[in-house]
């Protein structure tokens, strides 16, 4: 069983458009000098999340697996060639296995100002993704049957965007209730148009 | 027919145009005909009279369905909401809110327009949640209703107070663009040709399938066909697909652009109309425009057009399937002009001198287009194939090397002082400028090979258009920057600038 609530801020369409603190500041040479770079967001995620990252890929290897040793002792024919693929592809299995949840735990972070919810995730890619509290439209928290056996929950926060939602999966699952009702407090207090 | 009478109170509901009693039961009946023909083709011959009495039969249920539908159905337009009630055993009131209203969309096709009518389609462009409708379509009411219905529901002052449209209609509107004939030119540059082509062959397979091939015998053509040298039959070919394909297209294009206008009402809506056979009319708020794109397809951008397209929110999808286009394919410095006016900017930002991307992004591009054909090639040199083949598809080499220039010269990007403006395509391209203030989030990816190159994809996400504008392929300081320039405070408190070995955020030293 999976469990799912979804918060949801409705805003009215029309109200003034949200400023940034800051102001509008137009810079046309904005190529500088400096290095630029993002830094992390502050919070980690749940260490629980290397075993349940783990546990969903052990099982995608099985998937892969499974049916190919089932092939070499059906069919005896293909061994010369079905054996030395099922080993090449056990041995990549087991690296993925191995380095994706060490690798994702150390990309996977969040963080939350009084104006953004900030998220990196990924692994071999990454992705940094920012949303102002002003353009939050839903928040929805969501806890697999994995997850609830590993105390964790992942929470989803949607604009008005087709492409801007932000996931923050492997959080505790305390954390996340009380992310949830500070994101829903802060929303629904921010005025804004979401658009 | 009686305009909309708006009591102070609760507005009475309406039927829609009692024309219909009589255009409903004519579409059904034209989508009916080939039925008819078949039945009526098949049962010659045997049991004529059964076969008669079925197909009126049938034609009468479908009238009288037709009917029922005018005599259930009934919409008000109240201070609030647009509400339309249909069914008889199963009765469906379905509503929209005033305030989410994004489009109104008067279409007449031609027996419509026979009997004066529009069918007026009322758009919120949301995903619907709970019992709120995402469109309402009022099939049909009077052009002259359908235009007082368009204006009421588009008048941000109009809220259900006493009927004003008589007075919105006198005020003026400034036209941006107009059709120019000299724009048929770019006709057999879009797709329509194509679908002219996929039209002709579809109708003549029909026709053989229908009457035999012995039709394509008329005069002694296969004859004749049998005895030209071959290279004959195959120009003559050449020139049939060619004549098709460019007399298609300049039919579609009449037929889809006929009077074309592009205008600005005061009350700000921008509202699209065009149309020779099926008179459509578009209209757009303009404070739900978040910027234009100026879309050059490859063979459009090889005779030097383009199209405009508008970034809204509301439209539903990228390029608003259609609905989001402001100009025809026409030449490309009409397309940025008629950007520039609709954004009212001058120059348009989609003009932009843009800033090219670092050399390392053509070397990306060189590999992702070369590695494939030449992996392929060497594929097929082991495979048992003859080895001209693998020596032509190594000769797609030069081509891929072209796409690749031609991708890394269409990157870049610029920042204007109200617009994100970013370009990207092989091939084919597209130029977005984006409002500033319509970006609702920064998305900043990099894949492992992006990270060795110093190189990020930095994306705008935006609750019009796609949902999402990239800039891609940009050097990681200077796509920051950008990020951080274009909507000020938003990417700032966590991107880290180093001076002197020290990082800090700018908020942080300010």
């Known amino acids: 069983m999976s469990r799912r609530s979804r918060h949801v801020s409705w805003r009215p369409s029309v109200g003034a458009r949200p400023r940034y603190r800051g102001g509008p500041r137009y810079n046309s040479d904005y190529l500088m000098s400096e290095p630029l770079r993002l830094r992390p967001p502050r919070h980690r995620v749940s260490p629980r999340a290397i075993i349940w990252w783990s546990t969903q890929a052990a099982g995608e290897v099985a998937a892969v697996l499974v049916p190919l040793v089932i092939g070499i002792l059906a069919w005896a024919d293909a061994r010369p060639w079905l054996i030395p693929g099922t080993v090449a592809v056990a041995i990549i299995g087991l690296g993925y296995l191995l380095v994706m949840p060490r690798w994702r735990f150390r990309v996977h972070r969040w963080e939350t100002t009084d104006d953004a919810v900030y998220t990196s995730a990924g692994w071999i890619s990454q992705q940094w993704r920012v949303a102002p509290m002003s353009r939050i439209q839903t928040v929805d928290t969501e806890r697999g049957p994995l997850q609830q056996l590993f105390g964790l929950a992942t929470v989803t926060v949607t604009t008005a965007s087709a492409a801007g939602a932000l996931r923050l999966a492997g959080l505790d699952h305390a954390v996340a209730d009380d992310l949830v009702e500070r994101l829903t407090a802060t929303t629904q207090a921010t005025p804004g148009d979401a658009t | ?510």
């Open chain 2, 1 to 510: 027919m009686t305009a909309v009478v708006m009591a102070p109170g609760e507005p009475d509901w309406q039927r829609l145009n009692p024309w219909m009693l009589a255009v409903t039961p004519l579409r059904q009946l034209a989508g009916l005909l080939p039925v008819i023909a078949v039945v009526v083709v098949i049962g010659i011959g045997q049991d004529v009279g059964g076969r008669i009495y079925s197909v009126v039969a049938g034609v009468l249920v479908v009238m009288f369905t037709g009917m029922l539908r005018w005599f259930t159905t009934r919409y008000r337009i109240t201070s609030e909401r647009v509400e339309l009630r249909t069914g008889l055993v199963f009765r469906s009131t379905r509503s929209v809110a005033r305030d989410r209203i994004r489009s109104v969309d008067v279409t007449a096709g031609p027996i419509h327009r026979l009997f004066r009518l529009s069918v007026v389609k009322i758009g919120t462009g949301e995903r619907a949640e709970g019992r709120e409708a995402r469109e309402l379509t009022l099939d049909a009411i009077s052009a002259a209703e359908a235009d007082r219905v368009r204006q009421r529901l588009l008048d941000p002052l109009d809220v259900g107070g006493p009927d004003r449209s008589g007075a919105t209609v006198a005020l003026a509107a400034t036209e941006l663009a107009a059709l120019s004939w000299s724009w048929l030119r770019f006709a057999p540059l879009t797709v329509s040709s194509l679908v002219a082509l996929a039209a002709v062959a579809g109708a003549v397979g029909q026709l053989i399938n229908d009457v035999g091939a012995n039709a394509v015998d008329v005069g002694g053509v296969r004859e004749k066909l049998t005895m030209a040298p071959l290279w004959v039959v195959i120009a003559a070919f050449a020139v049939l697909v060619l004549m098709i394909a460019l007399g298609g297209s300049v039919l579609i294009f009449i037929e889809a652009w006929w009077g074309f206008t592009l205008v600005r009402e005061l009350g700000g809506t921008l509202r699209i109309r065009r149309g020779l056979f099926t008179t459509r009319s578009v209209s757009l708020e303009e404070r739900r425009l978040r910027g234009v794109e100026v879309v050059e397809s490859p063979l459009l951008r090889f005779g030097r057009g383009a199209r405009t397209v508008a970034v809204a929110t509301g439209l539903g999808g990228r390029r608003g399937h259609g609905r989001g286009t402001l100009l025809p394919p026409a030449p490309r410095s009409e397309a940025h002009r008629v950007s520039g006016a609709v954004l009212a900017e001058d120059p348009s930002p989609t003009a932009t001198m843009l800033r090219r991307h670092p050399l390392v992004a053509l070397r990306r591009r060189l590999v992702r287009a070369t590695v494939p054909v030449l992996v392929a090639s060497a594929a097929l040199w082991l495979a048992p194939v003859p080895s001209w083949v693998a020596w032509a598809v190594l000769g797609l080499l030069p081509v891929a090397v072209l796409v690749a220039l031609d991708a890394y010269r269409n990157l870049g990007h610029a920042l204007t002082s109200r617009y994100l403006v970013t370009r990207h395509g092989a091939g084919g391209r597209g130029t977005v400028a984006l409002q500033r203030a319509g970006v609702i989030g920064w998305t900043v990816s990099q894949s492992l090979l992006q990270r060795r190159a110093g190189l990020v994809t930095v994306t705008a996400t935006t609750a019009a258009g796609s949902g999402w504008y990239s800039v891609i392929d940009v050097e990681t300081a200077e796509g920051l920057a950008v990020a951080e320039q274009a909507v000020p405070g938003l990417l700032e408190p966590f991107v880290l600038h180093e001076v002197d070995g020290v990082a800090h955020t700018l908020g942080s030293t300010a």
